[in-house]
């Protein structure tokens, strides 16, 4: 895995993560850039925080969206496989198929999305993109609070597996052909119009061992 060392953030809080990223700083480089193709906000603001000062503030309209903030510093995969962590700060309506946390090979709608973190219908779930495979659990998304995400892709460029935590709670895991993933993304997609939403992003890191949800 390329090592990045993720302005803002603070290593003793990531576990020797390879991207370790408060946002402690103006603008959301130098390691993440937007990824989205609908009109969004996307900004660093220093009204709400998990830790420090800073997070990542995502604003959608009411169309459907695909609203991110992407890095590809920390690929390829060490050993072909790596750890996520993010605490988010969701205030999105739930609706149809919702998308928080995706790795895929690339930026845009490629088909390769592998979904940790995802929802249908307020239940959060996995889900494989190019075959639509998915789990969904009984577990809600939680909105009006800081919740941590945690989440293990393996087996990269072949078959593998991958496996997402809700603060330390299992959501579920998946089997199958996992792509060359090159790209980690964090933010909100969907695929039909709904309300106006915001969510808030903090304390992400990418790493090659499990990161837990400190600080």
Known sequence: ????SGAGGAASACNGAFLCDSFERTMLGPDWMPDNTAPTVIEVVTNKAHSGTNSVHIKFGTGTTQ?????????????NAFWGRVWIFSMAPAGG?????EARVGAGSDKTGVRPVNTHAANLGLNLES?????????KMSMGSWVCYEWQITGIGGMGTFTAWVDGAMIGTEN???PN?????IGFQRYMAGSVGEMWIDDVAIGDKRINCTP
């Not at 992407?70 to 060490?78: D, N, V």
């Not at 075959?131 to 577990?139: A, C, E, P």
């Open 176 to 178: 199958g052909a996992i």
């Open 1 to 4: 895995m390329a090592g990045t």
């Open 97 to 101: 198929h919702q998308i928080y946390v």
């Open 181 to 185: 993933l090159g790209r980690q993304r």
């Open 67 to 79: 609203s991110y903030i992407s890095e590809s510093k920390t690929f390829p995969a060490m050993g």
């Open 131 to 139: 075959s639509d495979v998915s789990v969904n659990s009984s577990l």
